[in-house]
């Protein structure tokens, strides 16, 4: 209906949020251990994160490991970690000498001191890349409730009421615009515990594709349905028009 290439006419989104599910059950198909599932996920999370930039979009938020992971089988998690501490600076490298910041966000405490440490190295190396506002937020370690409670806990300690601009200004995300278009691969359809107050007026897109093979095209299908949505943000047609 909206054609299958992105045009000049493309609205595109400034924010995409993206939950990458499904790589367990892709290794699974495929008679692999999980670990090679992550083990593609990370690779397709970074070719998709290149073509988003390219295609204009300013912030990408990727959901890595929810504080709900951390109850994960230890083997499992300790694959995750060796991807990061093997592969996570090269790849962050890549993506953000696009001229992207990388902003990483969550409660990593509960994380191996060493990746802890490479996920900060990381941020602060990448820094020198920043241009144009791009942002990169790994999510990592993140639970939406977690990091609403956290703000709460902010202002009270700081004895203020807040506004809605002033809450968001505690939150992770901050400075940000909200996510436009969030993603979710893997055949599920729920949000997660991700980015729940951001993503009040976000355009929900499910496919049915596993995140290993959820492609570059795959990715501009979603955009161009993104797209063409009317945005109405709880006003009428009429209003919009005007
Ligand atoms: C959900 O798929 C995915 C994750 C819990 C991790 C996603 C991680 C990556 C894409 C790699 C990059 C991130 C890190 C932390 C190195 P699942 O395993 O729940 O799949 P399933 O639902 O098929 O079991």
Redesign the pocket.
């Known amino acids: 209906m909206f054609g299958n290439k992105i045009k000049e006419e493309t609205r595109i989104p400034r924010h995409i949020a993206i939950i ?7 290794a699974k198909k495929r008679m692999m251990p ?1 670990s090679y ?2 083990k593609q ?2 690779q397709r ?1 970074v070719g998709l994160l290149e073509r988003a930039y390219d295609l204009g979009v300013s912030f990408v938020t990727v959901y ?2 929810s504080t709900e ?1 951390f109850n994960r089988p230890q083997a499992e998690l300790e694959g ?1 970690y060796n ?2 501490r093997n592969h996570f600076r090269a790849y962050m490298t890549r993506i953000c000498s696009r001229g992207v910041t990388l902003r990483i966000v969550g409660d990593i405490s509960p994380l191996p001191a060493d990746v802890q440490q490479t996920l900060l190295d990381c941020e602060r190396e990448t820094a020198e890349y920043a241009k144009d506002g791009k942002e990169l937020n790994f999510a ?1 370690g993140y639970g939406a409730r977690a990091e609403i409670v956290r703000a709460v806990n902010s202002a009270v300690e700081k004895g203020e009421k807040v506004t809605e601009e002033s809450f968001s200004a505690l939150l992770y995300t901050h400075g940000e615009p909200d996510p436009e278009l969030l993603i979710r691969t ?1 055949k599920e359809k729920r949000l997660s515990n991700f980015l729940l107050y951001q993503s009040a007026y976000a355009e929900l897109y499910f496919s049915d594709k ?2 290993p093979e959820f492609s570059d095209k795959d990715l501009e299908k979603a955009i161009i349905w993104f797209s063409g949505r009317k945005r109405r943000f709880g006003k009428t047609d009429e209003q919009i028009k005007e």
């Open positions: 990458m599910d499904g790589n367990g059950r892709w999980r599932g992550h996920g990370m999370m890595a490991l992971n995750l991807l990061i990592i893997g596993m995140f």
